[in-house]
């Protein structure tokens, strides 16, 4: 059974930090490219950070450049997103999903997807 799930969410003041984890099961992190997404309220979904399966590259959104991190362990078959200076614009859930990572960025595949996390950025 496919599972993906998330944790780590929490509320913060804005320079906070948080450390996302998305715990994988039913394949191997080199089988389907995991990335994370986050979605606000009457916003369209985002992709937020991806690690390419093919060569290890990452790529992040733009306004998240500098102060997010996405890593994996493989022994763990988990995904992590280390958020930095955090600020209100991060607001939102935050899941992970299959995807492709591509040059042009973090694209949902839809295939599996967790039911995500709550990110709360304020003062």
């Known amino acids: 059974q496919v599972q993906l799930v998330e944790s780590g969410g929490g509320s913060v003041q804005p320079g906070g930090s948080l450390r996302l984890s998305c715990a994988v099961s039913?394949?191997?992190?080199?089988?389907?490219?995991i990335s994370w997404f986050r979605q606000a309220p009457g916003k369209d979904r985002e992709g937020v950070a991806c690690?390419?399966?093919?060569?290890?590259?990452?790529r992040y959104l733009d306004s998240v450049k500098g102060r997010f991190t996405i890593s994996r362990d493989d022994a763990k078959n988990t995904m992590f997103l280390q958020m930095n200076n955090l600020k209100p614009e991060d607001t939102g859930v935050y899941f992970c999903?299959?995807?492709?990572?591509?040059?042009?960025?973090?694209?949902?595949?839809?295939?599996?997807r967790g039911q995500g996390t709550q990110v709360t950025v304020s003062s």
């Open positions: 690690i390419s399966n093919t060569d290890g590259s990452t």
């Open positions: 999903a299959t995807s492709r990572c591509l040059s042009t960025g973090t694209h949902y595949t839809g295939a599996f």
């Open positions: 039913g394949f191997t992190l080199d089988y389907y490219t």
